[in-house]
């Protein structure tokens, strides 16, 4: 089994930041793309970044030019830096990576993991 897990949420005052890290574990031989979902009460769970296994990067208005998608060094790890936080950034973040991993032969993963807690208050 592939399993994320993000880590890296907490409280912030407006105008600070974070960094959030999502890290896949099992026997992966590669990961294709990995977006950053949030979801606040009462609404819906949306996209706030995404990139493919290229490199390619997307971000809503609502978020762009403040966080940032990245892969680390750390193997199979993607990072979302967060700056210029507001109170509407408050929500729970989630991971979502697709991609190969093996169990006898190559399998097809597509995997959330279990949240992350960001809340951004005075």
């Known amino acids: 089994q592939v399993q994320l897990v993000e880590s890296g949420g907490g409280s912030v005052q407006p105008g600070g930041s974070l960094r959030l890290s999502c890290a896949a574990s099992?026997?992966?031989?590669?990961?294709?793309?990995v977006g950053w979902y949030r979801q606040a009460p009462g609404k819906q769970r949306e996209v706030v970044a995404h990139?493919?296994?290229?490199?390619?990067?997307y971000y809503p208005d609502s978020v762009k030019g403040r966080f940032t998608i990245f892969r680390g060094n750390a193997e199979n790890t993607v990072y979302l830096q967060m700056n210029s936080l507001k109170p509407e950034d408050t929500a729970v973040y989630y991971c979502k990576a697709d991609g190969l991993w093996e169990q006898g032969r190559r399998r097809y993963f597509d995997v959330w993991g279990q949240g992350t807690l960001v809340t951004v208050s005075a």
């Open positions: 990139i493919t296994g290229g490199g390619a990067t």
């Open positions: 099992g026997s992966i031989i590669s990961i294709n793309a």
